[in-house]
């Protein structure tokens, strides 16, 4: 059961505190590295990994004086250290730290939001379960077409979220990786076993070529990856608002005890989290563009991506956890009323057999053409008439030439189009 929205997990990965114990993490994984190939002595090792820690407040206070946070940092964790400090980010540069941590933060970002989205899939299996054989009309260009069944719309939102799921997992691959590599990413003062060492202690994969920072069409993909993924969730809000619409109102947003819909209307109940959804979804693709932008640096690096990744990777992360739980907890309520998706499929009094009319005329004979012509100079009919299609069909004399009344009747039956429903549900074990 979907329960009250709070921010811990996702909270706590963008907070100050997990962001400095993640360069920590950087910083001793470098250091044990160097330690392995013998430039740091074993008992400097020891008082490192006892010692270092950093005090959030602190390292605010030094960093107003150096205006940098990464010596102040620095210098923070050093005064818990003591002399064997030196060894601290030898031959490393800034983004070396910081560019390492980011991809730890953003892998565990990404598998936050993989547990959520693995969560929408749960539910909306659930309702498609409920809902197999819920026949509805199905609609293009939003009119009337032939019958389907809310349970396969459900089903085509759980594909959707399968790739999604599977869209995350790559992301999340492209950006598990590191670089230790120095000033330009040439080695100059490190060991480049020193990398691998520690990428490998960090579970992330050493870049294969880097200058001072990993190469941001990975930050981008994973934005991008965010963003199709949140139009994925306005693409189901958008539907749920489509059905909610008054003269439609095949489904509905739960609607709690004490809600109001409107200050100055008492009976409104409007689709509020599909719109919300809907709006954050345009955030997230923003935010994406901007990734986009980041991908073009000034020779080995500039610094303009850092300022703005600061805010669109924790926000992007922070909002699309948001939406998943909210949509989540939709749908896990959604109202969905059969009885008025019985009566608008029959709404337009028949039509939705037109095909079949007019594949059984072709069958028995008529060209595609004259078949056609028949069938659409009845359907226009009913449609400026509200006389029902069947009884136009039975009493036109060309139609009765090639279809009995018994064999009309057999045409004008729901059932036809769910016969192969329990195939597609087979195709996901159901």
């Given at each position: ?259 109001k819909g409107s200050s ?7 689709p509020i989290i599909a ?42 992360t922070i909002l699309l ?110």
């Open positions: 059961m979907i329960t009250r929205y709070t921010l811990p997990e996702m909270g706590r990965i963008w907070s100050e505190e997990n962001r400095f114990r993640k360069w920590l993490e950087v910083e001793l994984a470098a250091c044990e590295a160097w330690a392995e190939l013998g430039a740091i002595p074993p008992d400097a090792l020891g008082q490192i990994k006892a010692r270092a820690d950093f005090n959030v407040e602190r390292i605010r206070e030094i960093e107003q004086v150096t205006r940098h946070d990464v010596i102040a940092f620095l210098t923070c964790v050093g005064a818990y250290v003591g002399d064997a400090a030196r060894y601290i980010h030898l031959g490393m540069t800034s983004s070396d730290v910081v560019d390492t941590a980011l991809s730890l933060l953003m892998r565990e970002a990404g598998q936050n939001l993989l547990a959520r989205l693995q969560q929408l899939k749960t539910v909306l299996l659930d309702r498609a379960r409920e809902h197999r054989k819920t026949i509805m009309i199905g609609r293009t260009h939003g009119i009337h077409a032939e019958p389907t069944t809310f349970g396969l719309k459900m089903l085509l939102w759980t594909a959707e979220t399968e790739r999604n799921c599977d869209r995350i997992q790559q992301a999340v691959k492209r950006i598990s990786v590191g670089k230790i590599s120095g000033a330009v990413g040439t080695y100059a003062n490190l060991d480049p076993r020193v990398e691998e060492l520690a990428c490998r202690r960090l579970g992330l994969e050493p870049a294969r070529v880097s200058t001072q920072v990993l190469q941001r069409d990975r930050h981008a993909e994973y934005m991008s990856t965010l963003a199709v993924i949140g139009g994925s969730l306005e693409k189901f809000a958008v539907e749920i608002r489509g059905l909610q619409r008054t003269e439609v109102r095949e489904v509905e947003e739960p609607f709690r005890a004490g809600q100055a209307m008492p009976h409104k109940r409007n719109e919300r959804v809907g709006g954050l979804a345009r955030v997230l693709r923003g935010n994406a563009a901007a990734s986009l932008e980041n991908m073009a640096l000034w020779h080995e690096r500039d610094i303009s991506h850092s300022s703005v990744e600061r805010v669109i990777i924790p926000d992007s956890d948001y939406m998943l739980f909210k949509l989540t907890e939709l749908l896990e309520g959604l109202l969905v009323y059969p009885e008025n998706m019985l009566r608008n499929l029959e709404r337009t009094g028949g039509l939705v057999f037109s095909q079949r009319v007019l594949l059984a005329l072709v069958d028995k004979g008529l060209s595609r053409e004259d078949a056609y012509r028949l069938v659409q100079q009845n359907a226009m009919e009913c449609w400026q008439t509200g006389i029902p299609f069947k009884a136009l069909l039975a009493g036109d004399a060309e139609i009765g030439k090639s279809l009995t009344a018994a064999e009309l009747e057999t045409v004008f039956n729901y059932d036809w189009f769910l016969q192969h429903v329990d195939e597609i549900y087979r195709r996901f074990g159901l």
